[in-house]
């Protein structure tokens, strides 16, 4: 599971990382260090003709669900069974999205504490999550588009932390997975794959990143 993550890049990088065509005003963007469930978050999606930068809801609402509040119990999917599931196998196939990361968190249980630890590429750069996105209307013509992160099995990084992780997609498959016409379901599982260990790093962080209300740059400082 992933539920937490940060995103601080400069709006610029973001773009040119993405190859972003069309996007949001950058007075709409905030570097965020501890972005939550049900937030409000930077995403990539193609239209079939360029890639356009938007805000989605994070936590995904079927278009058949009589309450938006099924949000929180949906901000992830296991890929092993993506096409399978009702709630998600529309949008695998037609509707799939990018979500931009520095770095994300996860908690490892230590005795009697679970010790947050910050998760990110060796070289620093941003990454891409594998997300997939819908559009949910309430019967008084409420629109909310919103989006889940899929999950796989972890890397030997990983598994010392938590039994799943995101799907990191390497740069030279975002084209694919944004591409709608590509809707071959086997073409699109072989990219939900664990992401190299060699890639990335990971270490402890102030328990100060548990509380949503705390968002600042030394929850991503690592601690002794």
């Not at 005003?25 to 930077?42: S, V």
């Not at 901000?75 to 949008?91: C, H, L, M, V, Y």
């Not at 908690?107 to 620093?124: S, Y």
């Not at 949503?212 to 991503?220: K, P, T, Y």
Request: charged content about 25%; hydrophobic content about 35%; some cysteine.
């Amino acid at each position: 599971m992933c539920g937490r993550f940060s995103l601080f890049s400069s709006f610029e990088d973001i773009i040119q990382t993405f190859d972003v065509e069309k996007m949001i005003n950058e007075d709409e963007y905030t570097k965020t260090y501890n972005i939550a469930p049900t937030h409000d978050i930077i995403t990539i999606i193609n239209d079939g003709r360029i890639n356009r930068m938007g805000k989605l809801r994070w936590g995904l609402i079927p278009k058949w669900a009589s309450d938006p509040k099924i949000s929180a119990k949906m901000i992830n999917a296991r890929s092993e069974t993506i096409d399978e599931k009702p709630s998600f196998r529309e949008s695998f196939i037609r509707r799939r999205c990018i979500i931009p990361m520095d770095s994300f968190f996860e908690w490892k249980q230590d005795n009697a504490i679970k010790q947050p630890f910050r998760i990110k590429m060796k070289n620093e750069q941003l990454f891409a999550v594998a997300g997939i996105w819908d559009t949910w209307y309430s019967s008084t013509g409420e629109r909310i588009n919103s989006c889940t992160m899929l999950t796989t099995s972890p890397n030997e990084l990983m598994s010392s932390l938590h039994h799943r992780m995101p799907v990191i997609l390497p740069k030279k498959e975002y084209e694919n997975w944004l591409n709608p016409l590509e809707q071959d379901t086997q073409v699109l599982r072989s990219l939900l794959v664990p992401y190299p260990t060699s890639g990335m790093d990971a270490y402890p962080v102030s328990t100060a990143v548990n509380s949503v209300r705390n968002n600042d740059q030394s929850l991503i400082q690592q601690i002794s």
